[in-house]
């Protein structure tokens, strides 16, 4: 299909296989919400699926329609092109932090979120704010010890939006199978 895109959907505080919402519910979910040739990506609600630029937002509505009615609460589906994501790991923004030492994130609004004002993030404690792009905030936080917010909560406090973040490990596995 001409337009077509391969997107991720990266749904917001679900594990797959718990709360009824298992694989083969996500992906007929996906499926019924019109995105084509879907798949499920680890266990932590993430999804890949084809669609043109102009269906994406009926598409991400109808799937955080279909999460509710399994779930019985709204989760954020924060949906990116695997293009975006690719050109996301492509900066590199952790080059020269020991991966060991940091816990390496990205934190996602929704699509059609307004752009983040990085004077809203405010006082990061000891986590490294190191890239607040238009829709993701990208955070290192030491593994252990106080005051060290997750991004999530870093930007859902700066936006009052609802936020799911994703580690860059996982990120990668994503863009590679996608």
């Given at each position: 299909?001409?337009?077509?895109?391969?997107?991720?959907?990266?749904?917001?505080?679900?594990?797959?296989?718990?709360?009824?919402?298992?694989?083969?519910?996500?992906?007929?979910?996906?499926?019924?919400?019109?995105?084509?040739?879907?798949?499920?990506?680890?266990?932590?609600?993430?999804?890949?699926?084809?669609?043109?630029?102009?269906?994406?937002?009926?598409?991400?509505?109808?799937?955080?329609?279909?999460?509710?009615?399994?779930?019985?609460?709204?989760?954020?589906?924060?949906?990116?092109?695997?293009?975006?994501?690719?050109d996301?790991?492509?900066?590199?923004?952790?080059?020269?932090?020991?991966?060991?030492?940091?816990?390496?994130?990205?934190?996602?609004?929704?699509?059609?979120?307004?752009?983040?004002?990085?004077?809203l993030?405010?006082?990061?404690?000891?986590?490294?704010?190191?890239?607040?792009?238009?829709?993701?905030?990208?955070?290192?936080?030491?593994?252990?010890?106080g005051?060290?917010?997750?991004?999530?909560?870093?930007?859902?406090?700066?936006?009052?939006?609802p936020?799911?973040?994703?580690?860059?490990?996982?990120?990668?596995?994503?863009?590679?199978?996608?």
């Amino acid at each position: 299909m001409a337009g077509t895109v391969r997107w991720a959907g990266l749904v917001r505080n679900v594990m797959v296989g718990r709360e009824g919402l298992d694989r083969d519910t996500l992906l007929g979910a996906v499926e019924a919400a019109g995105g084509r040739d879907p798949r499920s990506l680890l266990t932590t609600g993430n999804v890949t699926f084809d669609a043109s630029p102009d269906e994406v937002d009926a598409i991400t509505l109808r799937l955080e329609d279909a999460v509710s009615a399994v779930l019985g609460r709204r989760e954020v589906v924060a949906v990116r092109s695997l293009e975006h994501l690719a050109d996301l790991l492509a900066t590199d923004p952790f080059a020269g932090l020991d991966p060991g030492a940091w816990a390496m994130e990205v934190s996602f609004l929704r699509h059609d979120a307004a752009p983040i004002d990085p004077a809203l993030i405010g006082d990061a404690g000891r986590t490294r704010v190191l890239d607040v792009r238009a829709l993701e905030l990208v955070t290192a936080r030491p593994p252990t010890g106080g005051n060290r917010p997750h991004g999530n909560v870093l930007l859902q406090r700066g936006t009052g939006l609802p936020a799911t973040a994703r580690g860059w490990g996982t990120l990668e596995r994503i863009v590679a199978r996608g």
